[in-house]
């Protein structure tokens, strides 16, 4: 589907993670454009990462509609925002409501669902469009209790987790897939956000819709689903938030029911506090590596980097100072590609 993606004054921040991982990489979409007055005029991929893919940043939807009918027309606005929370501000709602009048299928991945807005849905239902929010759960008599029968899956198991929340968790995880695949060998990702399932994850869940109950029993699910299915060679899982963020404590439900052979850490040096909470330093890195080894008694295996707020010539440096202060190799794969840290995974294949 060709997609405008809007992230009005949010590209290029923690709270458009959601449109940086589209830019970068989606099976689901043909990304045509990004809608952020801030950095209109620019190539999306350029402001992100330093090079350009051919995917412009726009004003406004008009000037977005403009430019997709170039390439055929638009299909789909998505809705590229993260905010703390997934609360639509209005002024993005308003958006919303014009790409719904002209015609446009909408998908967000936020906790407001427009779905249950109902000027959005009588709108939808005039126009003949699809409203889909990612983040609604699947119905109580679909999810799955958590059963034990994870421990049949005798594939690599490598989980992604993070020190912090919106720090680059899943497009590690992807990049790690695309490397695996490039190697020769079979890799599922087991995505567990909104984004994942955007870029095209086939097993894929939203951990932070889920019921409690059932957010152990639907990760195990996917994971034996990628298993019997695809009979892979590994199965890499997306983490979530980090074990010691104040508001997003994530990673102990894929610790504990994803049963992850091995943990690979992403890091921004560079980042202080926990992402968006000013009084809340970052636990130290070795304090979350013997954390995460404590609680499942698995090893993490590499450091990823995240190179906010570095230059090119710090990304050599930093890694090289977490080797020295960790003991474990670390790498920048947005930056160098993953080569070098396929080279440390391979011999945890099972052959």
């Given at each position: 589907?060709?997609?405008?993606?809007?992230?009005?004054?949010?590209?290029?921040?923690?709270?458009?993670?959601?449109?940086?991982?589209?830019?970068?990489?989606?099976?689901r979409?043909?990304?045509?454009?990004?809608?952020?007055?801030?950095?209109?005029?620019?190539?999306?991929?350029?402001?992100?990462?330093?090079?350009?893919?051919?995917?412009?940043?726009?004003?406004?939807?008009?000037?977005?509609?403009?430019?997709?009918?170039?390439?055929?027309?638009?299909?789909?606005?998505?809705?590229g925002?993260?905010?703390?929370?997934?609360?639509?501000?209005?002024?993005?709602?308003?958006?919303?409501?014009?790409?719904?009048?002209?015609?446009?299928?909408?998908?967000?991945?936020?906790?407001?669902?427009?779905?249950?807005?109902?000027?959005i849905?009588?709108?939808?239902?005039?126009?003949?469009?699809?409203?889909?929010?990612?983040?609604?759960?699947?119905?109580?008599?679909d999810?799955?209790?958590?059963?034990?029968?994870?421990?049949?899956v005798?594939?690599?198991?490598?989980?992604?987790?993070?020190t912090?929340?919106?720090?680059?968790?899943?497009?590690?995880?992807?990049?790690?897939v695309?490397?695996?695949?490039?190697?020769?060998?079979?890799?599922?990702?087991?995505?567990?956000?909104?984004t994942?399932?955007?870029?095209?994850a086939?097993?894929?869940?939203?951990?932070?819709?889920?019921?409690?109950?059932?957010?152990?029993?639907?990760?195990?699910?996917?994971?034996?689903?990628?298993?019997?299915?695809?009979k892979?060679?590994?199965?890499?899982?997306?983490?979530?938030?980090?074990?010691?963020?104040?508001?997003?404590?994530?990673?102990?439900e894929?610790?504990?029911?994803?049963?992850?052979?091995?943990?690979?850490?992403?890091?921004?040096?560079?980042?202080?506090?926990?992402?968006?909470?000013?009084?809340?330093?970052?636990?130290?890195?070795?304090?979350?590596?013997?954390?995460?080894e404590?609680?499942?008694?698995?090893?993490?295996?590499?450091?990823?980097?995240?190179?906010?707020?570095?230059?090119?010539?710090?990304?050599?440096?930093?890694?090289?100072?977490?080797?020295?202060?960790?003991?474990?190799?670390?790498?920048?794969?947005?930056?160098?590609?993953?080569?070098?840290?396929?080279?440390?995974?391979?011999?945890y294949?099972?052959?």
């Open positions: 589907m060709k997609a405008i993606v809007y992230c009005a004054g949010a590209f290029n921040t923690p709270n458009g993670k959601t449109a940086h991982g589209l830019v970068r990489f989606t099976e979409y043909e990304v045509l454009v990004v809608i952020d007055p801030r950095y209109a005029g620019k190539d999306a991929r350029d402001v992100l990462d330093g090079f350009k893919t051919g995917i412009p940043v726009v004003r406004d939807l008009e000037e977005a509609l403009e430019f997709a009918e170039k390439r055929g027309g638009a299909q789909v606005f998505v809705v925002l993260a905010p703390d929370g997934g609360r639509l501000p209005d002024e993005a709602r308003e958006v919303v409501k014009h790409a719904v009048g002209l015609g446009l299928d909408v998908d967000s991945g936020l906790h407001d669902f427009l779905s249950d807005d109902p000027h849905s009588a709108m939808a239902e005039e126009k003949g469009v699809r409203i889909k929010d990612i983040r609604k759960p699947p119905e109580r008599k999810l799955h209790f958590f059963s034990g029968k994870i421990e049949e005798d594939c690599l198991k490598l989980a992604v987790l993070g912090d929340s919106a720090i680059g968790k899943r497009t590690t995880a992807w990049i790690i695309h490397g695996l695949r490039k190697a020769g060998y079979k890799a599922e990702l087991i995505g567990t956000g909104q994942a399932w955007m870029q095209g086939k097993y894929s869940i939203v951990l932070d819709s889920l019921i409690n109950d059932f957010v152990s029993g639907e990760i195990e699910h996917a994971v034996l689903e990628a298993w019997k299915n695809e892979p060679d590994a199965i890499i899982l997306e983490g979530q938030g980090s074990l010691m963020n104040p508001a997003y404590p994530g990673g102990f894929l610790l504990a029911a994803g049963r992850p052979d091995y943990v690979i850490l992403q890091h921004a040096p560079k980042r202080i506090e926990y992402d968006g909470f000013p009084g809340y330093p970052l636990h130290p890195l070795d304090h979350q590596i013997k954390a995460i404590f609680i499942s008694g698995k090893k993490v295996i590499a450091i990823t980097v995240n190179h906010e707020e570095m230059t090119a010539e710090e990304i050599p440096v930093a890694c090289r100072q977490i080797t020295e202060q960790t003991g474990l190799p670390a790498f920048d794969v947005l930056f160098s590609g993953p080569d070098e840290l396929i080279q440390i995974i391979l011999p294949i099972r052959k």
